[in-house]
């Protein structure tokens, strides 16, 4: 299997060798053959954007239709013109980079193909650029020595801005080629050319160089729950990324309307992917950590090992039902509300049965807060008739006690016995002016408040006799409720955000003043629309149709059109401030570092059940991680989910690799390490220095490594990679580098992180500070060293002081 991997990687400097090519002449040839090419491509790519840019600008050209189709015209189509653009214009660099000449089949020349990132056509609508998703392009990524289908040679074009720098040919079949491209042979794999370049901070898409097994992931079917399983450097994330690009390519019907979710570890790994897909014609997919997906939240902080196992457990939903249940309450005794020198009161039971009534209702909390303050309003109401009918009473119950009652008022009383104390509009009334009193709102707020997810968690963890009450009618023991407490006012942390949405989920939000404005809306739309009509029927609008038959416009879109709301959202705009808002697709990585809450989460954002999930289930790190993706998936997708393994490491070494899997072998025995494609670069190695000189030694080794892996290139990284308890000694020796996860990390040439910071990332260079240290400071410290020492794509440097970890000890 290793070796059917590797052979595509090999295939071009053999082929070049077998030919006698990649001489300067026909270097020289076939560079300015696809020169011409290059410069025809981008030509045609000015020219889409100019044309772009002018509509945006002025709108269709002139018709001869009225004044009102002409405005039409123009806002229904600039918008169109502005995302073209904008993906015109994200697709510059690398254009073109790749081409695909067919065999020739009796004697006639097989087609060739350029391959690049978004769809070209000429003046005559000829295909000039074959986007790399389309089906013409595939053979540019499957095809291999075994198994070429119908290709003759696969070109990588490198380019420099606009100029064509370098050339790497892969021949399948030197036969199939005419005789002018067989002296045109050039190059060397460009796969391993592309995987020696430095690391600049920023992922970079693998459009030109994705190998089978990665094109299989990426055009995998929309439907159900794709599992990319992938040890560290099989390029499993950019893969997953490409992914993104091919569905919404294949599916942007469904796609563009609904939209895509990335949800990634941290806000560095979000800024270090940012610009592969706009690189891939795709602007428009909205990227979150899990500390995000509640609108309004942007959780960072991690919580304690034990915190976080407690907090990512299934039982906190139970937990988070019982705690809106304790909010849901009745008077021990008799509710009691002084009103204007009058005492109401509303017996237990009565309260009894309004919350039981309330709770009936399948509904969130805050819609079934809104039925119980009406029964107890009504009760309210009903006392307050009553005691005033006592009131008002005492003269006549005095006469009748005398037995002096007229025959006519006697009558009268005897209707009123059948007659209710207060009709229906008097009832509506005597609550609308009971809910203004501030005793009788502050009591019934007391009993069933209107809870926000935040206020729900805040008073829960803050609150000692609340947590006794709902933990133990969720099951958690009394050291677990202990372990939830904290202030009122502590920040949030990624473990709370799927709790948060957890709550959201059974407190609801009463939709009373939302369904008014609805209410209101329709009504002015539907006048708007009428008036649109008459618009139409008068300026002849009306009966203009497209060439299909349709009507060139209607009346709810040229109401749309007089309605000035600035520019619209974008569907990642829209979807990202919107809890309930359904995605059509979402892609997890680092999946594996997601607890059992925080797939809840996730679920609910896409109820299609559409998923790629991207991970390594050796590198989980998270105490309340997956063991096995089973163990998460299995609850919402029983059996119907697929995996798929990538199995070759394109970023490490075979010489780091081979640290790794001894790594892998004593902290998880059962996974497989990915095999390693490269072979080059030197040994790890081990430097003993005391901690008492770590401030003066260290900042030695950073600066001579970052000097072999920089050179006169300028480009490479380094990552210092500590436990955490030497972390705050490694930001003391290196105090002009920045320390810890964040986006402007990724732009300096140093930088400080623990093992759970690194995780998604790669450098050039690692030095590991004590490996020990990082191995014994959780439950999962091996697998976190695993993540440590698969960082470099070039060099790995470990410093100790005491002992080695076993794995290590022989480095």
């Not at 090519?21 to 560079?31: P, V």
């Not at 969130?364 to 009553?386: F, G, K, S, T, V």
């Not at 409720?481 to 990624?494: E, F, I, M, Q, S």
């Amino acid at each position: 299997m290793g070796a059917r991997q590797v052979n595509p990687v090999a295939a071009s400097s053999s082929a070049t060798e077998g030919t006698g090519g990649g001489g300067d002449d026909a270097l020289a040839a076939a560079l300015r053959t696809e020169q011409e090419y290059v410069t025809r491509v981008y030509g045609r790519l000015d020219a889409e954007r100019d044309r772009a840019a002018r509509t945006l600008r002025e709108g269709p050209g002139q018709g001869g239709g009225s004044v009102l189709q002409a405005r039409v015209e123009r806002e229904v189509t600039t918008d169109e013109a502005a995302r073209r653009l904008a993906r015109l214009s994200a697709v510059e660099r690398a254009l073109c980079f790749g081409r695909i000449d067919h065999r020739a089949e009796d004697g006639v020349p097989g087609e060739t193909f350029y391959i690049g990132r978004i769809g070209l056509r000429d003046e005559d609508r000829e295909p000039l650029l074959i986007d790399w998703r389309a089906e013409a392009a595939r053979p540019f990524y499957t095809a291999t020595p075994g198994s070429p289908g119908t290709l003759a040679r696969r070109r990588h074009l490198h380019l420099r801005e606009r100029t064509v720098v370098g050339l790497d040919d892969e021949v399948f079949d030197l036969d199939g080629l005419a005789a002018s491209d067989r002296s045109t042979i050039v190059g060397e794999a460009a796969l391993l050319a592309t995987l020696r370049r430095g690391r600049t901070g920023r992922m970079t898409d693998v459009v030109a160089t994705i190998q089978e097994e990665q094109d299989q992931v990426i055009r995998s079917g929309l439907q159900g729950v794709l599992v990319v399983q992938g040890g560290p450097g099989t390029g499993k994330t950019v893969a997953a990324l490409h992914r993104a690009a091919y569905l919404l390519y294949t599916h942007r019907d469904v796609l563009e309307r609904r939209g895509v979710l990335i949800v990634g570890p941290n806000a560095t790994f979000l800024r270090y992917i940012e610009q592969v897909l706009p690189g891939l014609g795709e602007t428009d997919v909205a990227l979150v950590t899990v500390g995000e997906l509640y609108p309004g939240v942007r959780a960072t902080r991690a919580e304690p090992p034990g915190v976080a196992v407690l907090k990512g457990d299934l039982r906190m939903a139970a937990v988070v039902e019982a705690a809106v249940r304790d909010r849901q309450r009745v008077p021990e005794g008799d509710l009691e509300i002084e009103v204007d020198d009058m005492v109401l009161r509303v017996p237990h039971e009565k309260c009894v049965q309004a919350r039981d009534r309330a709770r009936a209702v399948r509904a969130p909390h805050n819609i079934q807060r809104r039925l119980y303050i009406h029964d107890l309003l009504d009760a309210l109401a009903l006392n307050r008739a009553e005691q005033y009918d006592r009131i008002a009473d005492e003269p006549l119950a005095e006469m009748m006690a005398s037995g002096q009652v007229p025959e006519w008022l006697q009558e009268l009383i005897d209707e009123a016995e059948d007659t209710p104390l207060l009709d229906e509009t008097d009832l509506r009334l005597s609550k609308e002016a009971l809910w203004r009193d501030p005793a009788v709102r502050r009591a019934l707020d007391e009993l069933w408040p209107e809870l926000s997810p935040q206020r729900l968690l805040s008073d829960l963890f803050s609150d000692p006799a609340a947590l006794d009450r709902v933990g133990a009618e969720a099951g958690l023991t009394p050291a677990e409720r202990r372990l939830l407490h904290r202030a009122a006012d502590a920040p949030w942390t990624v473990p709370d955000v799927p709790l948060l949405d957890e709550a959201a989920e059974w407190l609801g939000q009463d939709d009373t003043p939302e369904r008014i404005r609805r209410r209101r809306a329709e009504a002015e739309r539907e006048e708007e629309e009428l008036y649109a009509r008459e618009v139409m029927q008068v300026t002849g609008v009306a009966d203009l149709k497209m060439m299909d038959g349709r009507p060139v416009l209607d009346a709810a879109t040229l109401a749309d059109l007089n309605r000035d709301t600035g520019p619209a959202p974008t569907t990642a705009e829209r979807a990202a401030s919107d809890r309930r808002w359904a995605y059509g697709h979402v892609i997890v990585d680092e999946a594996q570092e997601l607890s059992e809450m925080a797939w809840r989460t996730v679920m609910r954002r896409v109820p299609t059940r559409s998923l790629t999930v991207v991970g390594d289930i050796a590198q989980t790190g998270s105490p309340a991680g997956a063991r096995s993706w089973g163990q998460m998936l299995d609850r919402y997708v029983p059996g119907r989910w697929r995996e798929q393994r990538l199995l070759i490491n394109y970023r490490t070494p075979a010489a780091i690799m081979k640290v790794a899997a001894d790594v892998l072998a004593e902290v998880a025995p059962d996974q497989v390490p990915p095999e390693p494609v490269r072979d080059d670069g030197p040994p790890p190695s081990a430097v003993r220095i005391p901690a008492s000189a770590l401030e003066v030694r260290l900042p030695m080794l950073v600066a001579a490594e970052l000097g072999r892996i920089r050179g006169g290139s300028g480009e490479g990284r380094l990552a210092v990679i500590s436990s955490c308890a030497r972390h705050p000694d490694v930001c003391t020796a290196l105090p002009d580098a920045p320390a810890g996860a964040t986006p402007e990390a990724l732009d300096s040439p140093v930088v400080v992180l623990t093992a759970e910071e690194a995780k998604g990332l790669e450098f050039d260079s690692v030095i590991v500070v004590d490996p020990a240290g990082i191995t014994s400071e959780s439950p999962r410290g091996g697998q976190d060293l695993y993540v440590a020492i698969t960082r470099p794509t070039r060099r790995l440097t470990v410093v100790h002081d005491g002992d080695l970890p076993p794995a290590l000890a022989g480095r």
